[in-house]
DNA sequence: CTGTTAGCGCTTTCAT
DNA sequence: ATGAAAGCGCTAACAG
């Protein structure tokens, strides 16, 4: 019933062999051979069995993507981007949804193990374990969002060599998240702000010590005052911004402004903050991070940190299909540029004006 | 270097076909044998290769689910229903994101044909066409959002027996979108209002169509006349609904409240009332249709649609596990109940007071 | 209850 | 430039 490559082998005359390569576009086949194949392919409408074919190549064709959470609408810019390569080159993209749950993420290495999938791009952005990177050594992966972070971070029981040792043994796509947050500390200061509260994400993550690195660089180097207790840690989501910000309005500190971890944890405080009877500006200035297409359209339209999504998810795969064909052997980690969109949630003019 | 099955089978002292028992849970080996095997897997540090499994059984344990696009927060939420359930059952969700060109939606079926996929969930809801139906027929696939349209809309040149027939000769999960908007319709009419717009989404698409359709009709039922002029098309985007806000605004039409066809394009649509000096709902109430996770945090908080979402996933791929198994060879019509979330966005008191 | 064996449909040496 | 043929690793008759 299923017409089989031995079927259009017949049909146009030649060896399965033949018409193997004519679909395979080997160039030695001689030009009228590869007309007849063609044809009867045509004619006997024949599908290769992609099964068969995976089997025999050893490949599935299918690449994962871990993701914390497909909600944040961050994740499904990025997967576009992979996607859009991924298709080029006959990648399908398997979807791993772990909702946050990090410790599921290294059940879904199992896809590798079993050949369900050829390579992974794991977005999850835990501070990496030591199980974890022994669980993800020699597989073909691509880290996102996890960068370079020395040893000692990771209580390692036995330095031998005592050198300076980095775990970003494995390729990454990163953004400058430090510098980012500078700016948008830098940014913040020469609107008058002195004060400025943080609502990162969860201590555990990478993401939120980079970012939180950078709001203490941005801080000094200002001339401003870092004071721990003005650092709020959340969840990322919208929820958690307005429970901070609710805790933030009790605590008696009254920062002029909030840096938050992503544009989500934003507009949960902006809304806590309207409901408690601040203005945003005027009362209160309040940033985020990733620029989502919601951050436009919120009451005010929120100044925050844009970072190219779809071309993360692009330079990810990019990335991934050199590690699967064997041409990074070594870790290369590439860090794509954010910038500041000012819009007015914090004000356009200098405080006090 | 590898271990396969026949190592097992080796070290075990068995044959591959009890190691492929044992694997395969099958009850018919004796419990000192099984014991045997799962030691040697064990030993070996066996994993199957899920290639040749998936080769010789003809399946490639994936699933396809096509959606419009992932940006859409519907979308997500609804394709974790469908993994939760996909996965329990050893299967993978393989993403198609068509970006809203539906005219790719089709390619998608190669996955099917050429055995990368088992089955298919569309979610993609345009006015299926005869292509379309001819390109599904037979195929396991599971329909969302497209219920049934008489053959009179398909334009159909021939219809042989001139019988009612109906479209969805295919298994479809939907929720009741004419009765939803209809709640919407008295909920509006009961607060006051007469004169209520309605920013739909694409005139093609089968939502729109029956979200207009309860529109229509709860108006009817309500008493209010319908006017064409208060219907406006858009892309379902909070663009579309901001553009479509300032066309209202221009029109000179003066609605007392605006039903939006989803929560993006009502929040799109309160950027631009709000910038334009209404308050909400004191000057125009707005409602919309989803309950995205957003709708509570909008200001004000949007009265919405809940429909359930992760429900509909977990449905769809229960139907599709059925299709898959020859089970259900004729139609099979899930219908989910949605209801109204009333927040402010439409006040809480009759319009007036 | 377990083993033998014949493929699944394709790709890829190895010959020619 | 093409063909013959040997499998890839597993499952499922079938036989015992």
Same sequence: chains 1, 2.
């Avoid at 290495?109 to 020699?138: M, Q, S, Y």
């Avoid at 500390?185 to 980079?210: R, Y």
């Avoid at 801080?219 to 870092?226: A, D, Q």
């Amino acid at each position: 019933m299923m017409t089989k490559m031995i079927d259009v082998a017949n049909f146009a005359g030649v060896s399965t062999a033949t018409v193997s390569r004519v679909l395979a576009n080997d160039p030695k086949v001689k030009e009228k051979t590869k007309q007849k194949v063609l044809k009867a392919v045509d004619e006997l409408n024949y599908i290769p069995n992609s099964l068969a074919r995976n089997f025999r190549k050893r490949s599935s064709k299918n690449i994962l993507v871990v993701v914390p959470t497909i909600a944040n609408p961050l994740y499904p810019t990025i997967i576009s981007g992979i996607q859009s390569v991924a298709r080029e080159h006959n990648y399908q993209v398997i979807l791993g949804d772990i909702s946050r749950n990090f410790e599921t993420e290294l059940a879904y290495l199992e896809l590798i193990r079993d050949k369900a999938a050829d390579g992974v791009i794991l977005l999850a952005a835990e501070l990496p374990t030591e199980e974890f990177i022994e669980a993800i050594k020699g597989l073909p992966v691509v880290l996102g969002y996890r960068n370079t972070v020395k040893e000692e971070n990771l209580h390692s029981t036995e330095d031998k060599r005592g050198e300076n040792k980095r775990i970003n043994i494995f390729p990454t796509v990163n953004i400058n998240n430090v510098k980012s947050v500078e700016c948008v500390i830098d940014h913040l200061v020469q609107l008058g702000h002195k004060k400025i509260a943080f609502f990162n994400g969860p201590k555990n993550s990478i993401v939120s010590i980079d970012r939180l690195k950078g709001y203490k660089q941005g801080l000094v180097k200002n001339g401003c005052s870092f004071e721990p207790e003005l650092i709020y840690y959340g969840d990322w989501t919208m929820n958690a911004g307005y429970e901070l910000a609710l805790e933030l309005l009790q605590s008696g500190n009254d920062p002029t402004a909030i840096f938050t971890v992503n544009d989500e944890t934003a507009v949960g405080a902006i809304k806590a903050l309207k409901e408690n009877g601040l203005r945003i500006p005027e009362d209160i200035a309040i940033v985020g991070f990733d620029n989502i297409e919601l951050a436009k359209f919120v009451d005010p339209p929120l100044t925050t940190i844009a970072q190219p999504k779809f071309e993360f998810g692009v330079h990810a795969m990019e990335l991934l299909l050199k590690v699967m064909n064997g041409e990074t052997i070594s870790q290369e980690n590439i860090v794509l540029e954010s910038h500041l969109i000012i819009r007015e949630s914090c004000g356009s003019k200098i405080k006090g004006d």
